[in-house]
């Protein structure tokens, strides 16, 4: 009797060597693609674990905003009113920080040397700008720190002592020009923005005045109203209740707007067309700083300083609000730092 060959163990097709080869092929590629896949899911953890999540996620533990300046300032008190708000849409701990030394300088350093992902950020004004020039920094605003939003703008007044008997801007550009050198001004000090200004004006006015720094502004106006001095740069928020009581005399508003409160004072920008002083605050990162990231705490800041009780809140601590975003606010941190670089340079103002 004939027997059947034998069937060899398991179905035919197993034992082809084209399939063989096939499969070999196959398991090549599965492999190849599993290291892909491995790859890309190791990336993405390191970009989790280093901040870089979607927006969208963004906080997801508390956020530090850097003060450079101590508490109970004007720069604080901004700086805890955003953040009192920004705990309500981000439903997450928005702790101020002030970190003091250095002119301002000790705090941004920190800042610039934190991880770029959004937790710590700078609160900052003009000053950011003006330091370097007048003492060695470790940080470049240019390299260092990438502009997030503006939140509040700051408008500045010249005013002069009744004593001084100066009546208007005019009149005291004739007296300069008649006595230079014999009117003078008081500031915070070298390099404070009020004494920059002042310099500014006597820049593009062609006068000179002679500067006499005190130890702060608060010290300067207590002068200006002693008559010690007979002129000061200051904020809308100490010029204009002392303007309305009759105790100093307004005679330009620093900015490119005028203001309600001050009718009939001539503007900066208009009397010298491109000369306008803008002194702002804002919110800075590290650079490296995501643009979605940094998008998302714009807008988010934005709709916090715009809204009723915030910019009303702002309002009546002497502050416009603001909201500019990332692109507008780095270009006027730009223009600003050429600005007040120029003019510190060419006058050779360095600090006390």
């Known amino acids: 009797m004939n027997r059947a060959a034998p069937v060899p163990y398991g179905p035919p097709a197993l034992c082809d060597t084209r399939w063989l080869r096939s499969a070999r092929a196959l398991r090549d590629r599965l492999v190849q693609q599993g290291v892909h896949v491995l790859r890309v899911a190791l990336v993405a953890a390191t970009v989790l674990a280093a901040g870089g999540a979607p927006a969208a996620d963004f906080p997801l533990k508390p956020v530090r905003l850097v003060v450079p ?65 007048l003492q060695p920094t470790a940080y470049v605003v240019s390299r ?64 000179n ?30 010029i204009i209740p002392l303007a309305r009581s009759g105790k100093v005399r307004p005679l330009l508003i620093a900015g490119r707007r005028p203001i309600e409160a001050l009718p009939g004072v001539p503007i900066f920008d208009a009397v010298y067309p491109g000369s306008g002083i803008d002194a702002w605050h804002g919110i800075f ?42 692109a507008e606010f780095a270009a006027i941190v730009r223009r600003d730092d050429e600005r007040w670089g120029r003019l510190l340079r060419t006058n050779a103002i360095r600090a006390d």
């Not at 130890?215 to 809308?236: H, R, Y």
């Not at 998008?295 to 910019?311: C, G, K, L, T, W």
């Open 69 to 133: 300046y101590p508490a109970g300032g004007t720069m604080d008190l901004v700086a805890r009113l955003v953040a009192a708000h920004l705990r309500e849409t981000w439903r997450q701990p928005v702790i101020v920080e002030n970190r003091v030394g250095g002119n301002g300088a000790v705090g941004v350093e920190h800042v610039m040397r934190s991880p770029p992902d959004g937790y710590t950020l700078l609160v900052n004004g003009t000053p950011l700008l003006t330091v370097p020039y």
């Open 144 to 207: 260092d720190l990438v502009p997030v939003v503006a939140t509040a703008d700051v408008d500045f007044v010249l005013a002069a002592s009744n004593r001084s008997g100066i009546t208007s801007l005019a009149d005291l550009l004739e007296r300069a020009r008649q006595a230079p050198g014999r009117l003078n001004y008081g500031s915070g000090g070298n390099g404070s923005l009020p004494h920059l200004d002042v310099e500014l004006l006597k820049s593009v006015a062609a006068i």
């Open 209 to 238: 005045l002679t500067h006499v720094p005190y130890k702060g502004n608060a010290l300067a106006l207590q002068a200006l109203m002693a008559g010690e001095v007979d002129l000061i740069f200051d904020a809308t928020s100490s």
């Open 285 to 326: 990162g590290p650079v490296g700083l995501p643009a979605d990231r940094v998008q998302r705490i714009a807008a988010d800041v934005a709709a916090v300083v715009q809204s009723p009780e915030v910019s009303q809140r702002l309002r009546e601590m002497g502050f416009e609000p603001s909201g500019t975003g990332p």
